[in-house]
């Protein structure tokens, strides 16, 4: 296992949940984020008509997020800023599981390779900011169900998960950074 790196903290969750908009503030106020890779897998696919998405090849919207994931943590690790991601490698573990999917050997070789900081914050479901989209299409039932799988992934890794305030983004950016702030300067 590789040394879990105090500077890349992760936000996951079920959808809906506010993280994409918690991180859209981290960084209008100048620090740096990864987005998630889900999204970013749909609007290609679906801008080319290819087969990875969710909706289509599971598996294969898997392994695409595995490997957006992958290179999101390799560019973090070649700064020294902070860096927050929208979800992270064990997500890719979340997701899987809750599609009744087996997951493969590389896909736990990554989870326990590629480390964030030992804590990760999570978004809970939250119904009343939830909304569909063009790219979110689970109801809210799945949404919660999401959340399970993907928490579950990271206690399953040895991450202790930090749950978010259901508060305005404002008061969540606080939250995050303070944590992130005194996990940066533990010397543990």
């Not at 800023?81 to 997701?95: E, L, Q």
Request: charged share 25%.
């Amino acid at each position: 296992m590789t040394k879990t790196d105090r500077r890349l903290f992760v936000l996951t969750g079920g959808p809906g949940a506010g993280k994409t908009t918690l991180l859209t503030a981290l960084a209008a106020a100048g620090h740096m984020i990864a987005p998630e890779a889900g999204r970013a897998i749909i609007r290609d696919q679906l801008a080319i008509d290819g087969p990875a998405l969710p909706w289509r090849d599971r598996a294969l919207f898997a392994e695409l997020m595995l490997n957006f994931d992958l290179r999101s943590h390799a560019e973090a690790q070649a700064g020294m800023a902070p860096v927050f991601f929208d979800r992270g490698v064990p997500d890719s573990i979340g997701y899987l599981r809750l599609c009744g999917l087996p997951v493969p050997e590389h896909v736990e070789r990554a989870a326990r390779a590629f480390r964030y900081a030992r804590i990760v914050f999570v978004a809970p479901p939250w119904r009343e900011i939830y909304a569909q989209d063009a790219e979110r299409k689970q109801d809210f039932a799945e949404a919660e169900r999401t959340h399970e799988a993907v928490t579950a992934a990271y206690r399953d890794h040895g991450y202790e998960l930090v749950e978010l305030p259901r508060a305005d983004v404002e008061t969540r950016a606080a939250f995050v950074l303070e944590r992130a702030r005194g996990l940066a300067s533990d010397r543990s």
